[in-house]
């Protein structure tokens, strides 16, 4: 794992309880960091804005999903 991925989930850790976390909400989370990553690889400017669309829906998503997970809650 890349010092990248480490501070993406070091920062999901912060804010989230990891017990509390539905396997959709987890499944939510990776597939957000992909969107990231492939969209920060892209060549193209309509597949940055593709990736970055996804990126955008998915972490909302995966937000919505996990409001009874947050630690400040």
Do not use: H, P, R, W
């Amino acid at each position: 794992m890349n010092s990248k991925n480490l501070e993406y989930y070091k920062g999901i850790e912060k804010d989230y309880d990891f017990d509390k976390l539905s396997t959709k909400s987890i499944e939510l989370f990776e597939i957000v960091n992909k969107y990231q990553f492939y969209g920060k690889k892209a060549a193209t400017f309509y597949l940055k804005f593709i990736y970055k669309l996804g990126y955008t829906i998915t972490l909302y998503l995966a937000k919505k999903e996990s409001v009874g997970a947050l630690k400040n809650k």
